[in-house]
């Protein structure tokens, strides 16, 4: 098993990325938690969550296929069955986050309020 990957996003970056914009019109309302899970077949649940500033979404992969998680223009980050990952939000904002293995059918939103 690796070792879990936390990736803490640097205030200016997600600066940037905010003012990058995101105009998704998601039709799911935002679920307050920090944990998404990668449920089986293809699927983040919830898809999209709202968080205060500072904390960080953590993403694990329930799945039997492995998954990544790429929010906006930062790194992707892969995730194997079994594993997660932890991305802080410093800024609020809302993001937009996908597996780039299957962008077709897992995507969904971070709102940091
Ligand atoms: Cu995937």
Redesign the pocket.
């Known amino acids: 098993m690796r070792p879990r990957l936390i990736a803490l996003a640097a205030g200016s970056l997600a600066t940037l990325v905010v003012a990058a914009g995101c105009g998704g019109s998601e039709s799911t309302e935002p679920v307050a938690t920090t944990e998404v899970t990668?449920v089986k077949s293809?699927r983040f649940d919830p898809k999209a969550v709202e968080i205060q500033a500072g904390q960080s979404v953590t993403w694990t992969n329930d799945?039997n296929?492995?998954?990544?998680v790429k929010v906006d223009d930062q790194e992707d980050h892969k995730v194997e069955r079994g594993e997660s990952v932890s991305i802080a939000f410093d800024t609020p904002g809302t993001y937009h986050y996908v597996?780039?293995?299957?962008s077709q059918?897992?995507s969904g939103e971070v709102v940091v309020k």
């Open positions: 990668m293809y799945d296929f492995t998954h990544t597996c780039t293995l299957h059918d897992m």
